[in-house]
């Protein structure tokens, strides 16, 4: 024990060993934060499952039957034999409009919140003529009577409504599944005139309520494609391969507009068959919500280590510059105090503002060490000047936090300030003939 007081060199080796084993449950509480975030996507896919996923709509687009005959050497009859199959041609609309608007509300599975949202969507467009000598079909080989118009939706159950399809002026419903899988492998189809193939041009209109969560994305196939959606949900996030050309956000909701051209992208507007791929191409709109505490709790994790360090950074330079002497299981107590503020602030997080969270833990936290130092070190000046410097500490991770896009930036500036002043203050200690405690 008189040595552990007297050689400064054993204490500070000690005092390195405990942080080192204090990274043990600062990990384990990364990994809750991480069970945590997993139960929550667990609960929005529960949620999400039975009320309607993330919807992406693809189209509408045209698929039509032809006849492809394939000469071929067949070694049984000793001769060329000529066989018939059936392929698909796919035509993308000329034009694509899409108006729509997002009626989202906030669903509770236990204390997880869940968007989920239901829209009404106005889809319209025209198909323009088709040369067919492009792709070398022969007219007579196209079964234009079994063209089929189809609409990708990515989540089937969302379809609140019996969809109907306004076709030069002729009403038409929807059958469940895709002509074909070449553009999407779920939708909606319906059977279209196409009297006269396509030497004109053909209009259509389709009114869909659909459901969903989290997100609506859309596929612009048109040569042009314009969407317009408006929403009262205050906090969308708009993402996907094209951003919107016009926006507002306010209190009231949102309102973007987006203008594609087949000019950007990287399919035609027909092919055969599934030539081309057309998911990458999506855009639209998330639904978040305000805060993500469990992303701001893992952020806060991270500063772990230097909240451990500076913490018992202060207390060696208490110990030096006071000339008393602090035990490793008291380091290790409040070292201990400091993991639980994390525990805190994850539970406290789930069921209150992340903000008021935070400083609910840290006034808990905060209180108990200075409680404790002002205790082992029977002073109240001692006690308080630890929970100034600590409430510095503590305030410094919390700007850090809010200020997500200029963190490294404060961070590195309030490391060189905090590493400033604990040069300043231990400027005048002599090393080679520093002992620890009092002199008895």
Do not use: C
Request: glycine share 6%.
């Amino acid at each position: 024990m008189k040595n552990l007081k007297s050689n400064i060199y054993l204490k500070i080796g000690i005092i390195s060993i405990l942080v080192m084993l204090l990274l043990i449950p600062t990990t384990m509480v990364k990994e809750v934060i991480k069970d945590r975030t997993k139960f929550r996507a667990e609960a929005i896919n529960e949620v999400s499952e039975k009320w309607g996923k993330g919807q992406t709509i693809t189209g509408p687009y045209l698929s039509i039957p032809y006849d492809k005959y394939v000469r071929n050497y067949s070694k049984k009859d000793s001769a060329f034999v000529t066989t018939k199959h059936t392929e698909w041609l796919n035509i993308l609309p000329e034009e694509l409009n899409v108006e729509g608007k997002i009626s989202p509300e906030k669903r509770y599975r236990g204390i997880y919140e869940v968007v989920v949202y239901e829209s009404n969507l106005n889809i319209s467009g025209s198909f323009t003529q088709l040369n067919l000598k492009q792709f070398d079909i022969n007219p007579k080989d196209v079964h234009f009577d079994k063209t089929k118009l189809n609409v990708g939706i990515s989540d089937l159950k969302g379809i609140e409504k019996q969809v109907s399809l306004n076709w030069d002026d002729t009403n038409v419903f929807f059958n469940s599944g895709t002509a074909t899988k070449d553009l999407v492998s779920v939708g909606i189809n319906a059977n279209v005139s196409m009297e006269d193939g396509i030497k004109s041009a053909h209009k259509f209109n389709l009114k869909m309520d659909i459901k969903g969560s989290q997100y609506l994305y859309f596929t612009p196939l048109g040569k042009t494609t314009n969407v317009t959606l408006n929403s009262n949900w205050q906090t969308p996030s708009f993402t996907g391969n094209y951003l919107p050309d016009s926006r507002t956000v306010s209190e009231e909701g949102f309102t973007a507009n987006w203008n594609v051209l087949h000019l950007n992208r990287k399919y035609p507007q027909a092919w055969l068959n599934s030539n081309f791929r057309v998911e990458s191409s999506t855009f639209g709109t998330n639904l978040l919500l305000p805060v993500d505490s469990y992303k701001k709790s893992f952020r806060v994790a991270k500063y772990a280590v230097l909240f451990i360090v500076l913490t018992f950074l202060v207390f060696f330079f208490v110990e030096t510059l006071n000339k008393v002497f602090i035990h490793p299981i008291q380091y290790l107590l409040v070292g201990i105090a400091l993991i639980v503020f994390y525990v805190l602030l994850i539970s406290f997080s789930e069921h209150m503002l992340y903000n008021l969270a935070y400083i609910l833990a840290s006034v808990l936290t905060l209180t108990l060490i200075a409680g404790y130092t002002s205790a082992i070190l029977k002073s109240k000046q001692l006690g308080l000047m630890i929970l100034g410097i600590l409430t510095l500490l503590y305030s410094f991770i919390f700007v850090i936090i809010q200020l997500e896009d200029y963190a490294l930036l404060i961070g590195s500036i309030g490391v060189f300030i905090i590493l400033f002043f604990v040069m300043y203050s231990s400027r005048k200690i002599d090393w080679y003939n520093l002992k620890l405690g009092k002199e008895e």
